[in-house]
């Protein structure tokens, strides 16, 4: 993952490896915000928080980085091989597949296209790899403003799937629907 910055409308954004021990207490501040009950770590403490991220550390086939805007903290991005994590037994993983979570940290002034503007810096980090062909997400159902913002980069929506946390729903973005898009919105195509 670099730590290169991409401009943006909103400023500039950037991204470094997560570090489980230094970042955990505003990690914490995040994850157990009401803003960010989809993330399902409401009642964490730090110590959770913590070990969740390192495991994730620890793991091979799961990555988080912590993203900047403007030099400043401002959201989070995992990435995972979904052949290992989340999505084991759920669907048939095709090659080039790579899982995606991203938590935009909760604020008192809100940027407008701020949201629209990370995720489109986490997708374009993704497939800046060349090995990534598709990325797979599977947030709950009825989280409608995520499924908004992920139809907006190119999702599709391929089924609901039923996890052990929750009911989600399974979508599929390829490098060549986030390109159309992400073109689409350049020239100022409303999608």
């Keep these: 993952m670099s730590a290169a910055g991409t401009a943006d409308a909103v400023g500039t954004l950037s991204m470094r490896?997560?570090?489980?021990?230094?970042?955990?207490?505003?990690?914490?501040?995040?994850?157990?915000?009401?803003?960010?009950?989809?993330?399902?770590?409401?009642?964490?403490?730090?110590?959770?928080?913590?070990?969740?991220?390192?495991?994730?550390?620890?793991?091979?086939?799961?990555?988080?980085?912590?993203?900047?805007?403007?030099?400043?903290?401002?959201?989070?991005m995992e990435k995972y091989d979904p052949r290992y994590i989340e999505l084991v037994g759920l669907y048939e993983p095709e090659p080039g597949d790579v899982g995606m979570h991203f938590l935009v940290a909760p604020t008192d002034r809100p940027v407008h296209g701020f949201t629209r503007a990370v995720i489109t810096a986490v997708m374009d980090e993704l497939f800046a790899d060349p090995r990534t062909r598709r990325v797979v997400v599977e947030p709950d159902v009825t989280n409608e403003a995520v499924h908004a913002l992920n139809e907006a980069v190119g999702f599709v929506p391929e089924h609901e799937i039923q996890k052990p946390e929750k009911r989600a729903l399974l979508s599929f973005c390829t490098r060549d629907q986030f390109m159309n898009r992400r073109d689409a919105a350049g020239r100022g195509v409303s999608l």
Excluded: I
């Design 17 to 76: 490896p997560l570090d489980p021990l230094r970042d955990a207490g505003l990690l914490h501040s995040w994850v157990t915000h009401p803003k960010a009950a989809y993330w399902m770590m409401q009642g964490a403490k730090l110590q959770d928080v913590e070990r969740e991220y390192m495991a994730v550390a620890a793991s091979e086939h799961h990555h988080a980085y912590l993203g900047f805007h403007d030099g400043r903290p401002a959201f989070l």
